[in-house]
């Protein structure tokens, strides 16, 4: 089953001598139950795909399907309805409410959706057992390491119930050990709940977690390929065969 797919999609900003076409032409399938990594170097137009993967941004032409829906043709009103019940957002910098707790945080957006409070405490209670922050649901973000707020974050992301789950740099404010371990807790996701990911980034060892990768540059998919990480599971299991 296709969760995502674009066809032919662009993103251009201002006019003639100004023109700037930051994705050109981009086709790519996204599949439920898979982490899907795009890598590229800073300025390739990574960035604004995943801004119209997740329906922040209309394209200029072309079409994104999200769960069969074309985002392009929805209004504002629209994509910001569908971003709330269908699409969850992981960013470098966690965007975490400072004067709320880690619980507060997660039950948030369920609350801004007209959940009644007590379910939506008891979604938030679970996803934080999920990524493993049951036992600092009471604490607020500035009593908590920068893993453990990402880990938080990821709880908020998964409360909605998403389609698809999108990452911007999610470890760049990370150390390396917490980056490792936000990388395995979205791996597992993806192994055990068929949680479909995709994660923007420009480290190697970031996307060597995913199934699949893709190259970009100049807006535009330069290449794609699997994973390290898929490639030595295909290896071991023809191996095993």
Same mark, same amino acid.
């Given at each position: ?19 700037? #076409?930051?994705?050109? !032409?981009? $086709?790519?399938?996204?599949?439920? !139950?898979? +982490? ?6 800073? !300025?390739? &137009? ?22 069969? /829906? ?5 209004? %504002? %009103? ?8 269908? /699409? &969850?957002?992981? +960013?470098? =910098? +966690? ?16 609350? =801004? $959706? ?26 607020v973000p500035g009593a908590l390491s920068g893993g453990e707020q990402q880990r938080v ?20 404010? =990370?150390?390396?050990?917490? &980056? ?5 807790? =979205?791996?597992? @996701?993806? $192994? ?15 996307? &060597? ?5 893709l190259h970009f540059c100049d807006g535009q998919v330069a290449d794609a390929e699997d994973?390290? @990480?898929?490639?030595?599971? #295909? !290896?071991?299991?023809?191996?095993? %065969?």
């Open positions: 089953m296709c969760v995502l797919e674009t066809r032919g999609v662009t993103k251009s900003y201002g006019t003639g001598e100004v023109l700037v #076409e930051a994705v050109r !032409g981009v $086709d790519l399938r996204v599949r439920k !139950g898979e +982490f899907l990594a795009i890598m590229g170097p800073s !300025g390739s &137009g990574k960035t604004t795909l995943l801004s119209l993967l997740g329906g922040i941004e209309p394209p200029t032409s072309g079409q994104v399907l999200l769960e069969g /829906v074309d985002l392009a043709t929805l209004n %504002d %009103d629209q994509r910001t309805l569908i971003r709330r019940e269908r /699409v &969850g957002f992981i +960013f470098q =910098l +966690f965007n975490l409410l400072p004067i709320l707790t880690a619980l507060e945080n997660v039950a948030l957006p369920l609350e =801004l $959706d007209a959940v009644p409070a007590a379910e939506a405490k008891q979604r938030a209670s679970e996803m934080l057992e999920m990524v493993g922050m049951s036992s600092r649901s009471d604490h974050a990821v709880a908020r992301a998964l409360a909605i119930r998403p389609a698809i789950l999108l990452a911007d740099e999610p470890t760049g404010s =990370l150390d390396r050990a917490n &980056g490792q371990r936000l990388m395995k807790l =979205l791996r597992r @996701l993806v $192994d055990q709940n068929q949680q479909t990911i995709v994660v923007v980034t420009h480290d190697s060892a970031v996307a &060597g977690q995913a199934d699949r990768v994973s390290p @990480l898929q490639r030595a599971v #295909e !290896g071991a299991v023809r191996k095993r %065969d």
